[in-house]
């Protein structure tokens, strides 16, 4: 049976710096030195971390962050701000894009492959987890892990998830920059109402390190590979400690400007099934985050369905519509329709300000 | 033009096997990603070039584009000096998906062993054939997947 590699950490809660150093290590062991894939679990201090080409300006409320003595910092892979913390299982995931064992069939196909994992390590705690596109995995429509990505080098791929198990919610509003903020009451009930947790769905408080257990046991059985605790070897270990210098500690990196232009805005519009409003985030062309609210009636579920079918989209009229008939089904907001939505995302986009 | 399995990937363009073109004017070669790779990307976030004047290699990472959460590569398709960057894609980096052998450049480079290098890179039936083993690839593993 193949074997890969397994770094798990559970001895102490990591600083940013240390364990996004070793995350973006894997990788390049991967490319320089022909390692086997690399799991690497662990757990951070309480920690804001943004993506890669995030604005952290608009995404954090620095100055919050200090007070409450959460660490900030920027990590290798794409996406938006993740809240770390004693009760989030943090995964780093090294491989070749070209290993058998992976689907590198598309991008999706990727992200899917490694969800399956992951889906499989939640089984042990009775719950069923599927992979939402194009990013999540979700339970009952709620997102309870989120997938980003980035390639090193020539062939080299790193991902990072972000896995809740227990989780205060309260801390999302309170430190982030959302195109909520103005509505504290309803930005918390959006932002706990479309996530969950381990905790939550297995009716059970759950350790993390029970969890990290789970998932490395869902990595072998998925992958049909057997995984052997190991470290980081000496040469892998200078190289986590140049990045650590040169990224992680380096202010050049955490609040750095190579990214595109993030704006918010708001649009409201009265339906036949009563008022819609649009929360929309956007970064340069596309939708990064979007928010649908209102006093109708949908479930949790197809509300998500929706917003994620929206994320990552250029804002512009056909291609909103687009995403939203391609998951759209009669009803699925009553007295909604895709052409009200769509003309509530658009007011929103021309709305827009800048963060 | 020429459409391989409903993707455009013009005669006149040399490629390579990350999907990036190649488009020859004299000393310089103008770069760009091709419809296949932006169809399969998904909508531009982000691009993340070089900077004028770097130096840049042939089948060597010079860039990185982010679509959806993930980041992935723009490879050199010749090595040289950058000579232009295509600062339209700051302001809407969409434009790869848009318009990807057009207004979607990304940077032109100024070649330094043009001749030589372009044996290196796709063009033609090489094309049809290479794009023919990417689908069939990215069939099998939708397949793998289900």
């Not at chain 1, 990591?14 to 996004?20: A, V």
Request: with cysteine; aromatic share 8%; proline share 3%.
């Amino acid at each position: 049976m193949e074997s890969w590699r397994l770094i798990q950490e559970t001895e102490r809660l990591k600083t940013t710096w240390e364990g996004l150093s070793v995350d973006d290590t894997l990788p390049l062991a991967i490319e320089r030195f022909g390692s086997p894939p690399i799991l690497h679990l662990y757990k951070f201090v309480p920690s804001a971390i943004v993506g890669r080409y995030q604005d952290i300006f608009a995404a954090l409320k620095i100055e919050r962050c200090k007070v409450l003595n959460i660490e900030i910092n920027r990590r290798s892979t794409g996406g938006g701000t993740v809240i770390m913390g004693p009760e989030v299982l943090a995964l780093g995931f090294g491989i070749n894009v070209d290993h058998p064992r992976i689907n590198s069939g598309s991008v999706e196909a990727i992200f899917r492959s490694v969800s399956r994992a992951l889906i499989e390590g939640l089984r042990t705690f009775g719950i069923a987890a599927y992979f939402r596109p194009k990013n999540d995995i979700e339970v009952k429509g709620k997102k309870i892990a989120g997938l980003s990505a980035a390639m090193e080098g020539k062939k080299a791929l790193l991902f990072h998830t972000s896995l809740l198990v227990s989780f205060d919610m309260g801390i999302l509003t309170e430190i982030m920059n959302t195109p909520l903020i103005k509505l504290q009451d309803k930005g918390y009930s959006c932002f706990s109402e479309r996530l969950t947790t381990v905790s939550t769905e297995s009716g059970r408080r759950v350790e993390v390190e029970e969890v990290m257990d789970a998932i490395l046991k869902g990595f072998e059985k998925t992958f049909s590979v057997g995984l052997y605790h190991s470290s980081l070897s000496e040469e892998e270990r200078s190289i986590a400690s140049k990045l650590e210098k040169e990224r992680y500690k380096n202010p050049e990196w955490i609040f750095s400007h190579r990214h595109p232009r993030a704006r918010m805005g708001i649009g409201r519009i009265k339906a036949t099934g009563g008022l819609l409003e649009i929360y929309l985030s956007l970064l340069g062309a596309v939708i990064e985050n979007i928010y649908i609210t209102g006093d109708f009636f949908t479930t949790t579920e197809d509300l998500n369905k929706l917003e994620s079918s929206l994320k990552y989209v250029r804002c512009e009229e056909n291609k909103v519509r687009d995403a939203i008939i391609s998951v759209w089904k009669p009803n699925l907001i009553y007295g909604i329709t895709p052409e009200d939505l769509t003309k509530a995302i658009i007011i929103a986009k021309e709305n827009q300000l800048r963060l | 033009m020429a459409n391989i399995f409903g993707y455009e990937m013009p005669d006149d363009l040399y490629y390579n096997e990350e999907h990036s073109w190649a488009k020859v004017e004299g000393s310089k070669v103008r770069v760009g990603m091709t419809d296949f790779f932006q169809r399969e990307a998904g909508d531009i976030v982000f691009v993340d070039l070089p900077d004028e004047g770097d130096e840049v290699t042939q089948g060597e990472v010079c860039g990185k584009i982010q679509s959806r959460k993930w980041i992935g590569k723009l490879v050199s398709p010749v090595s040289g000096e950058v000579a232009e960057l295509n600062e339209d894609l700051e302001d809407d980096p969409t434009l790869i998906n848009q318009d990807p052998y057009g207004k979607g450049w990304i940077l032109v480079i100024e070649a330094s062993d043009l001749d030589s290098e372009l044996k290196n890179l796709m063009q033609g039936e090489a094309v049809k054939a290479f794009i023919e083993r990417e689908i069939k690839k990215a069939e099998e593993e939708k397949a793998k997947a289900k």
